[in-house]
């Protein structure tokens, strides 16, 4: 009977220990939620607006008056940047069919 009840305690405790561990894995994945999301590129964008139009000026400014030809630039970093949001957008819709054919399978 002893060894019964030890056993007994024991899956107990264990039932409580899984259920703390998941909690902790929701509290540990909300934080990493919030972490990423806050340290997005959109959302640092958003935050300091401000100085980095401030710094987009000055740069055009200081470019303009040394007669920097920006087209020498202007086109790969538009080439670049339109590719990037290409490929990011190729991986969200891949996500997003991958879960929608799980999800029907």
Known sequence: MNDSENLHRLE???EDEKRDLRKDIESITGKARETRA???PTSLVRERIFLLSGLALALGLALGFRGFA?????KPVARTVLSSIGKQS???RGRR???VR???G
């Open 102 to 104: 799980h999800e029907n």
């Open 38 to 40: 806050a340290l997005s």
């Open 90 to 92: 190729r991986k969200a």
């Open 70 to 74: 920006i087209e020498d630039v202007g």
């Open 97 to 99: 069919n991958f879960w």
């Open 12 to 14: 107990s405790d264990l």
